[in-house]
């Protein structure tokens, strides 16, 4: 089993960073694929970015393709969602998913995290 905790979120401009991280527990973290969703107000949970227990596969929604960069070290147990250029769309919850296999919809993820809120002012 694989707890998560996300951090990292906040309020900033259009056009700034920020990077959000994902911490696991367990000795396993390495094992597992992670993945990045977000929600925001009204609308569905969507895929963001997802990595493979490697680090080697990566795969991103369209929108956020060249602003967004997922990572992860399995020596800190961490994942990361670098986010650049930020957006008043990239507003919303976001949170972070692990499961054995890679995979770009919810229920490809077994463990969740409780989500950090990202507010992109204009």
């Known amino acids: 089993q694989v707890q998560l905790a996300e951090s990292g979120g906040g309020l900033v401009q259009a056009g700034e960073a920020l990077r959000l991280s994902c911490a696991a527990s367990?000795?396993?973290?390495?094992?597992?694929?992670m993945g990045w969703f977000r929600q925001a107000r009204g609308k569905e949970r969507e895929f963001v970015a997802a990595i493979d227990w490697s680090g080697s596969r990566t795969y991103y929604r369209d929108s956020v393709k060249g602003r967004f960069t997922i990572s992860r070290d399995n020596v800190k147990n961490t994942a990361y969602l670098q986010m650049n250029n930020l957006k008043p769309g990239d507003t919303a919850v976001y949170y972070c998913a692990a499961d054995r296999l890679i995979s770009t919809i919810q229920r490809g993820y077994a463990y969740w995290g409780q989500g950090t809120q990202v507010t992109v002012s204009s």
């Open positions: 367990g000795r396993t973290f390495s094992s597992y694929a």
